[in-house]
C-alpha cells in the first residue's frame, strides 16, 4: 500500500500561483507514474498533468500546458505541480495519483491508469 497526502492548495485571484505537493509513504526510488487530476463537482476527474519518475517524462493537458509544472523529488518521495498564471476555470479539487513501476504512456490521463489516490486538496481561483 502507498498513502498519498497533497497540500498545498487555497484560494488566489486569477493570474497567481500556487505550488501543490505530494507526499508518498513508501517506495522512494521505485519507478512510477504519478498524477494530478482535478475535479469539479458534478464532473469527471480531468487528468492535468503526469510525470514517470523512472526517466523524468512529463505529460500535460492542453489547458494547462505552458502554465503548470510537474516535478518530482525522489529523495523525498514527493511530486509538486507548480500552477502559475491561474485561470477561475482552474479551480477544483486536485488528487495526487499513482502506480507503481509503470511508465505513464498515453493513458497517463486516465483514472483507471491509476491505483493509489490522495484525498485532495482544494484550489479556488476567483476572477
Known amino acids: 500500500q502507498v498513502q498519498l497526502v497533497e497540500s498545498g492548495g487555497g484560494s488566489v485571484q486569477a493570474g497567481g500561483s500556487l505550488r501543490l505537493s505530494c507526499a508518498a509513504s513508501r517506495y522512494n526510488y521505485a519507478s512510477k507514474c504519478m498524477g494530478w487530476f482535478r475535479q469539479v463537482s458534478g464532473k469527471e476527474r480531468e487528468g492535468v498533468a503526469a510525470?514517470?519518475?523512472?526517466?523524468?517524462?512529463?505529460y500535460y493537458a492542453d489547458s494547462v500546458k505552458g502554465r503548470f509544472t510537474i516535478s518530482q523529488d525522489n529523495a523525498k518521495n514527493m511530486v509538486y505541480l507548480q500552477m502559475n498564471s491561474l485561470k477561475p476555470e482552474d479551480s477544483g479539487m486536485y488528487y495526487c495519483a499513482a502506480v507503481l513501476f509503470n511508465s505513464c504512456g498515453g493513458s497517463w490521463y486516465r483514472e483507471l491508469r491509476y491505483r493509489y489516490w490522495g484525498q485532495g486538496t482544494e484550489v479556488t481561483v476567483s476572477s
Open positions: 510525470i514517470y519518475t523512472g526517466g523524468d517524462s512529463t
